[in-house]
């Protein structure tokens, strides 16, 4: 099953967001309860924004890291940097958790070899995990369910840089653990403590992007709707032609792979129907003409107070 497959490709704190809003677009960060899952989802308005990297990003982002050599990063997957048009969206603020895997898999019936995420079904201090360990597939369906749909990479990578080209979610800052669940990192001791799975989502609030959305980078590697082909222009293109088009991308780094991924351009894939347990998602939902103008927009942005006080008492069960 195909879900978007393409070459080439989306509030609590809005920073350094100037961009023009068509009529009627709410401001960036704008939250709402979609009605499909029960998701909170943060508004990324309309316009451009810069995607991928260049040389000077790199150089900057392995110094951060603690990388001698920047080609152990594979950045250049990210080139070229470039300007990029997006209409708005609303992403999901945090990953798809255990408690919306198991609404999903009790509605739909769908049936999982993996018993990563069932295992933790109905024990209320883990509803806030993030799901684990479903194929590309699997990742599809859950967002058909939902009525919403996998992120691109543009839409992915706006929702965790912003506007202004910044290399991480927070801004140009180096990476701490305090940013995001990566686990230790070993050219950087003393990163404080590190868990040794993924852990709750919300979990960091020091890594939110510019549009509120949490957990971008660490915790979950998260599917995409796109294949792995070079950007155009990549003027490193060869180096991929030897796996290119054969992998769905995956984005956000993951605790297990560790800080090779902590930063927000970083692409990385597996095969469609590969996945571990270190692997999630987040959905991506573009609202209808006049939507903002509806009653449904008033009843979505209504709904957010009592589903945050939800997640709150959610939270409050968790066992550190």
Excluded at 96 to 116: H, M, P
Aim: glycine share 10%; proline share 8%.
């Amino acid at each position: 099953m195909r879900f978007g497959m393409r070459q080439v490709g989306i509030g609590m704190l809005v920073v350094g967001l100037a961009m023009r809003m068509p009529a009627g677009e709410p401001p960036a960060g704008t939250e709402i309860v979609h009605p499909g899952d029960g998701a909170i989802m943060v508004y990324v308005p309309a316009g451009e924004f810069t995607m991928g990297l260049d040389a000077a990003d790199v150089v900057k982002i392995a110094k951060d890291l603690g990388y001698a050599d920047p080609e152990a990063m594979w950045a250049w997957e990210a080139f070229p940097k470039r300007v990029i048009n997006l209409p708005g969206y609303f992403i999901d603020q945090h990953e798809v958790t255990i408690e919306r895997w198991q609404a999903f898999v009790k509605a739909s019936g769908v049936q999982t070899k993996s018993n990563e995420s069932p295992q933790h079904f109905d024990k209320p201090d883990r509803q806030l995990l993030p799901a684990a360990e479903m194929t590309w597939e699997q990742a599809g369906q859950y967002a058909t369910w939902a009525g919403k749909a996998l992120p691109t990479e543009a839409q992915w990578e706006k929702a965790a840089r912003g506007t202004d080209g910044r290399l991480y979610p927070w801004g140009n800052e180096s990476p701490t653990w305090k940013h995001g669940h990566f686990g230790e990192n070993k050219n950087q001791p003393g990163a404080g403590e590190a868990a040794k799975l993924y852990t709750w989502v919300g979990r960091y609030p020091d890594g939110v992007s510019p549009y509120g959305a949490l957990d971008m980078l660490g915790n979950q590697y998260e599917w995409t709707s796109e294949t792995n082909f070079p950007y155009p222009g990549n003027p490193h293109a060869e180096k991929m032609k030897d796996y290119a088009g054969q992998m769905i991308v995956l984005r956000g780094g993951s605790w297990y792979h560790g800080w090779v991924g902590y930063y927000a351009a970083k692409r990385f894939g597996f095969r469609p129907t590969e996945t571990y347990y270190h692997v999630g998602f987040r959905t991506v939902w573009t609202p209808p003409e006049g939507y903002f103008e509806s009653d449904d927009f008033a009843q979505a942005r209504a709904k957010v107070a009592a589903r945050k006080q939800a997640l709150d008492a959610l939270r409050a069960l968790i066992k550190p």
